[in-house]
């Protein structure tokens, strides 16, 4: 069950709780990436290698996940770490819905860190890709090359932000927001240098696939029983979203209109 206290007590057990440092979101900040190798802000759990495995068919697409990641991380209205895409698959009358629930995949090839002029953007020894906000100056590069689109500017600090596997909670023992929001266990997270870890169990026992793979960014968020259809879009139109902007009476600002059908 998602919110089994022995899930929320793994990462402890794996001993990430040893990490001192910030215990916010909002404090997450780091003054010389590469520079301070003593910072376990930068360095993260030396020993593991993040990841997550998102198994489709738990997913329900009730956008929970969004919710929790938008409160914990305070996201800036209208922008989103993680969102769960909705697509309708087929046509009438053999259709279903499809739910792709997305963030950054902490490639263990990031274009958005190989561009960063600054050093701002980079990735931890636990394969964390972080942005250090005091660094960032906003060029905006680093938006321009992920190829998945899970970058955005930060409406108030005016930096790019994006998914950081909510390190602050791993540092505090506790698994990201978004997993342990998530009503249908979906989303599992741990790391793969552990071979008794759920996430490294999942992915001996199923096959999966990532987004975009022929992008070479070698993501390491990996799906079960991703649709093949689905495999090279990364975006849909996200049906809650909509009905919210509808409401408020907003322009479709920040997901492009792509085909509400993939068939
Ligand atoms: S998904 Fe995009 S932002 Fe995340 S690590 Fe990959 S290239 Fe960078
Ligand atoms: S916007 Fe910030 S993080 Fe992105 S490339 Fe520029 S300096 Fe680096």
């Known amino acids: ?39 376990p802000r930068y360095i993260g759990d030396a020993k593991a ?11 329900v697409g009730c956008q929970a996940c969004t919710a929790a990641c938008k409160v914990e991380n305070a996201v800036p209205k209208e922008q ?57 100056w906003g060029c905006g590069y680093c938006l321009n090359a992920c190829p ?11 930096v790019a932000d994006k998914c950081t596997f909510c390190a602050h909670r791993l540092q505090d023992g506790l698994l990201p927001s978004c997993v342990e929001t998530c009503v249908g266990g979906a989303r599992i997270f741990g790391d793969q240098n552990d071979p008794n870890s759920e996430v490294s169990k999942m992915l001996a026992t199923f096959p999966t696939s990532v987004l975009k793979p022929h992008q070479g960014n070698a993501p390491q968020v990996f799906y079960i029983s991703l649709d093949s259809r689905l495999e090279a879009v990364h975006e849909a139109t996200p049906m809650l979203d909509d009905v919210v902007r509808k409401e408020l009476g907003l322009l479709d600002k920040e997901w492009p209109k792509l085909p509400r059908g993939v068939s």
Do not use: W
């Open 1 to 39: 069950m998602p919110n089994d206290p022995s899930r929320r007590r793994f990462l402890k057990q794996g001993g990430i709780a040893a990490l001192a440092g910030a215990t916010s979101a909002q404090a997450f900040s780091l003054k010389n990436p590469g520079r301070d190798a003593q910072d």
């Open 148 to 158: 998945y689109d899970k970058r955005y500017f930060n409406a108030q600090t005016k």
């Open 80 to 136: 989103y770490r993680t969102f769960v895409s909705e697509f309708e698959i087929g046509t009438f009358p053999h259709v279903r819905k499809g739910y792709v629930p997305q963030l950054c995949n902490h490639c263990d090839n990031p274009s958005c860190v190989s561009v960063c002029p600054t050093g701002a953007t980079f990735k931890r020894k636990d394969g964390i890709v972080v942005v250090d906000s005091e660094i960032c």
């Open 49 to 59: 290698h993040y990841a997550m495995v998102i198994d489709l068919r738990q997913c």
